[in-house]
């Protein structure tokens, strides 16, 4: 692997992490919003509800917690010296799929195969 497993996964979590904070201070700044407001917000001719734009940064939050908790994993896989090898079949995961997703736990054949 040309990068540094641990730098990408460090990377890749702080990243995680400040996008975690920033859904949730859009989170937190809907709800406000909505406990300012006194007009019927489902029937809002203006678009999309509070209630809907906050449920779907909810969905991206809870995804992006997933995502921190995968990063968490392989980093607990690099300690042990089981990062980059797939935990479905024990092959070695490429360098460029680490690359590009450092939390990935499964190899390109095991990962379409649950996929289907």
Do not use: W
């Not at 460090?10 to 996008?19: C, D, F, I, V």
């Amino acid at each position: 692997m040309d990068h540094d497993p641990a730098a990408l996964i460090a990377a890749e979590r702080e990243a995680t992490s400040s996008r975690i904070a920033s859904l949730a201070r859009q989170v937190e700044g809907l709800a406000a919003e909505q406990a300012l407001t006194t007009h019927d917000d489902e029937h809002d001719p203006e678009g999309v509800t509070i209630g809907f734009a906050r449920a779907q940064i909810q969905g991206l939050l809870a995804g992006a917690r997933k995502d921190l908790d995968a990063l968490d994993r392989a980093a607990g896989r690099l300690a042990i010296g089981t990062y980059g090898r797939c935990l479905t079949c024990g092959n070695p995961i490429p360098d460029a799929r680490l690359e590009a997703l450092p939390a990935a736990e499964t190899c390109l054949a095991c990962a379409t195969r649950r996929r289907r």
